[in-house]
């Protein structure tokens, strides 16, 4: 089975090539003004349009309001919200009800116990995407460069579709997909020259390795350099 990959924060023509061409399966776009990846609604929707069809759209936004919502959903027309906040899994249905669009709700995590609301969102949202928890005084919600103990993923027990997150890079993704059994992973800052800057090498680098840790069974060995 093939691995899923997201790069995320993406914000320029150019790197948005770059993801696409390497065989990124989504993209996503940033709504949170906070972030050094967040997108104008004239960036969103060009952006949107370059990789309409040609990979799943993503749109990331953190405790939003209907009416900002709504202005992203317009601009760059998505195929997928990803709600990295603390969204409710009442807000999960009445944004699926409100867009007709599949959701993706974040779960950060330090510790097993943060795994006790997967059941939550059992049967709510479409996705789950386990991120670490911000650092503490941290402004950004995800993107930030951290791992978490990807072991604790042993104690998942859900079937809904995950994704991993959370301080995955081009050195280290081939070890997280094997430790974890993870079909989907996820990354921003991994494929960065500074906060906000994705490098277009890295991204190829990523996907490529990525992808290449696919077929190998559980616990195999894998080169992380």
């Known amino acids: 089975m093939s691995i899923l990959v997201k790069i995320c924060g993406l914000s320029t023509p150019e790197t948005l090539e770059a993801a696409i061409d390497a065989g990124a399966d989504m993209v996503g776009f940033v709504f949170f003004a906070p972030s050094p990846r967040n997108l104008s609604l004239d960036q969103a929707k060009a952006l949107g349009q370059q990789a309409a069809g040609r990979a799943l759209k993503v749109a990331l936004s953190v405790d939003a309001d209907d009416a900002f919502l709504d202005a992203c ?28 669009i599949p959701v993706m709700k974040a779960i950060h995590v330090s510790s097993a116990e943060d795994l006790a609301s997967v059941s939550l969102y059992e049967g709510v949202a479409d996705r789950l995407i386990f991120d670490a928890r911000p650092p503490k005084g941290a402004v950004l919600p995800g993107g ?3 791992a978490f103990d990807w072991r ?18 081009i050195d280290n993704v081939a070890a997280a997909i094997t430790m ?31 992808q290449g840790a696919a077929f190998k069974p559980l616990g195999s060995p894998v080169a992380t350099a």
């Open 152 to 169: 604790i993923l042993d104690h998942v027990r859900t079937q809904t579709p995950w994704m991993l997150s959370g301080g995955v890079n």
């Open 73 to 100: 959903v317009d601009a760059c027309r998505p195929d997928l919200l990803q709600l990295h906040g603390g969204e409710s899994p009442r807000r999960v249905l009445d944004l699926k009800a409100r867009f007709g």
């Open 144 to 146: 930030n460069g951290a």
């Open 180 to 210: 974890t059994g993870a079909r989907g992973i996820d990354v921003s800052s991994g494929v960065e020259r500074s906060p906000g800057v994705k490098d277009a090498a890295l991204i190829r680098l990523f996907v490529e390795r990525a």
